[in-house]
């Protein structure tokens, strides 16, 4: 894993020049920062991750930095998540990987920075956004997830809460959003020739398969199932909530599982897009689409359609 001196961490996200008036540069790095700017607070498994801004040979970058003490666990989890990212080769959209720094004193993660946030909170701030941009944002996610799959890497918390935005200017002058795949604390490759694995731990109950909820086991396939909430997410109006008519967490696995009661199509959502998105419901794990081909389907849907991203603020 590539493991970040402090020295060097401590510049890329500002974290230990508080004090600090004027940029400062790392003479290991050649990195630059200025006095911290917290991106934006975040919670992370069972501890409190605070974000922040800093640059990276010529990069601007995000670090995620533990608030409080960790326990020998949640230090293995951060671990796992950076080892993970760094086995990832680049792919446009998924999350950037730049080091991290493990030591007494705490964790670092460093990260591309996304200054337009979470997809979730986008959509919520964008309920009239136009159908050909929501299907080019979940044809991005294909196209990270697809990535994964062929890594055979397991995500396992594929959600629009989990996705990240960053705001670019494009050839033509005109601000384009790029999705990028985040979140990798619970992710795992599959090897030795196995197609899933199985786990016990927590997961997001509104955005799992039949057979995690039912066996704890995990697949490239269960991804799809949850790419399929949240495309439901994408094309719903902003803020909606999965299964939102049922009371808890147990009544959603238990309409799930036993009832196998899945998503019924946004209001007014194109049909075309919600046949190729209901195939992601399949109750077999084996009938559902490959991310490969969803990637495909929505690339050929979204061709030649006008897409109007709306800027945020920064």
Not at 173 to 186: D, E, P, R, S, Y
Not at 270 to 283: G, I, K, L, R
């Amino acid at each position: 894993m590539r493991v970040m001196p402090r020295q060097c961490a401590s510049w890329a996200f500002a974290y230990f020049t508080a004090e600090a008036s004027r940029k400062t540069t790392c003479r290991r790095c050649s990195g630059t920062a200025r006095p911290p700017k917290r991106v934006m607070p975040a919670a992370c498994s069972a501890w409190a991750i605070a974000v922040y801004r800093g640059t990276f040979r010529g990069s601007e970058v995000a670090v995620k930095k533990a608030l409080r003490s960790i326990d020998e666990a949640q230090h293995a989890e951060l671990r796992k998540e950076a080892e993970t990212m760094q086995a990832i080769p680049g792919h446009a959209n998924i999350l950037q990987f730049f080091g991290a720094c493990f030591d007494d004193d705490g964790v670092l993660l460093v990260v591309e920075l996304c200054d337009a946030g979470t997809l979730d909170r986008y959509l919520a701030r964008q309920p009239a956004l136009d159908w050909a941009t929501r299907l080019a944002l979940c044809e991005q996610v294909a196209a990270g997830m697809s990535h994964l799959e062929h890594l055979r890497v397991v995500h396992r918390d594929l959600a629009a809460r989990n996705v990240l935005l960053n705001q670019v200017v494009g050839k033509a002058g005109q601000v384009v959003l790029v999705a990028k795949v985040a979140h990798f604390g619970l992710a795992r490759q599959v090897k030795d020739g196995r197609q899933e694995y199985a786990v016990n731990s927590n997961v997001a109950i509104r955005w799992a398969a039949p057979e995690v909820l039912r066996d704890r086991r995990h697949s490239s396939a269960s991804d799809v199932w949850a790419f399929g909430v949240l495309c439901w997410e994408v094309f719903s109006p902003g803020g909606a909530r999965p299964y939102a008519e049922l009371r808890d967490n147990d009544a959603v696995a238990t309409a799930v599982v036993q009832r196998r009661q899945t998503l019924a199509a946004p209001r007014g959502c194109d049909s075309a897009v919600w046949a190729m998105v209901q195939p992601c419901f399949a109750y077999e794990a084996a009938k559902r689409l490959t991310f490969a081909q969803l990637h495909a389907s929505l690339k050929d849907l979204n061709a030649g359609r006008p897409i109007n991203y709306a800027p945020l603020p920064l």
